[in-house]
């Protein structure tokens, strides 16, 4: 079993529609996790982090977080073309003294004008 | 520095010969992660520092790779007898840890090809 999993998509939106990347992860014991935006040919880019349950929003982005189910999601408004990317889950497994991030495969999103 | 600098940005080498990776990590970040990334594929953590040592090398593939970082900041890979399967992109990041863990940095990455 993986332990981050995403759907690798290509997950297609329409332009100013909700887009919604999900992420499953297999270490019950995680505490922090992050979602990183990888244009082509570029490297990971932060973009949202999310400690407790619920949600946390920052501008047209907005990450939930639920522990029980072992699940985060990254949601975003109003989408655009230039969000169009691969979106990366990433999750600590590493515990205190050894942060260190496990990475999904990515979902590649595409908005369509 | 203002960012993760890594160096060179792309490197192409022959088969079984040397090579080494540089990574400056931000002014100040204390730990300093290396990964990789193959065509279409997620990231490969590699190796973790935290100030002079590394705590997790569980990531490295073969005895062929290792990687030193000294002063607390900049970081060598090196990869002896490259093997075209070494071909990707290697990717360095650095993380102020304090009591909390904010995610971390990534540089641009260097690019080899095992030719």
């Known amino acids: 079993q993986k332990e981050v999993e995403q759907n690798s998509g290509p997950l297609s939106v329409p332009e100013g529609a909700i887009a919604s990347l999900n992420c499953t992860y297999s270490d019950r014991g995680s505490q922090s996790f992050f979602w990183y935006r990888q244009y082509s040919g570029k490297s990971p880019e932060l973009i949202m982090s999310i400690y407790s349950n619920g949600d946390k929003e920052d501008g047209r982005f907005t990450a939930q977080l639920n522990k029980a189910s072992q699940y985060v999601s990254l949601l975003i408004r109003d989408s655009q073309p230039s969000d169009s990317a691969t979106y990366l889950c990433a999750v600590n497994m590493g515990g205190f003294g050894n942060e260190k991030l496990t990475f999904g495969t990515g979902t590649r999103l595409t908005i369509i004008p | 520095g203002a960012g993760v600098s890594q160096s060179p940005s792309n490197k192409v080498t022959e088969k079984g010969k040397d090579v080494e990776l540089r990574c400056d990590p931000i002014?100040?970040?204390?730990?300093l992660y290396w990964y990789r990334q193959s065509l279409g594929q997620g990231l490969e953590f590699l190796i973790y520092?935290?100030?002079?040592?590394?705590?997790?090398k569980s990531g490295l593939p073969s005895d062929r790779f290792s990687a030193e970082r000294t002063g607390g900041s900049v970081s060598t890979l090196t990869i002896q007898r490259t093997q075209q399967e070494d071909s990707a992109v290697y990717l360095c990041?650095?993380?102020?840890?304090?009591?909390?863990?904010?995610?971390?940095?990534f540089g641009s990455g260097t690019r080899l090809t095992v030719v």
């Open positions: 520092f935290q100030g002079n040592s590394a705590p997790d």
């Open positions: 990041a650095s993380s102020l840890l304090l009591q909390d863990f904010y995610g971390y940095t």
């Open positions: 002014s100040g970040h204390t730990a």
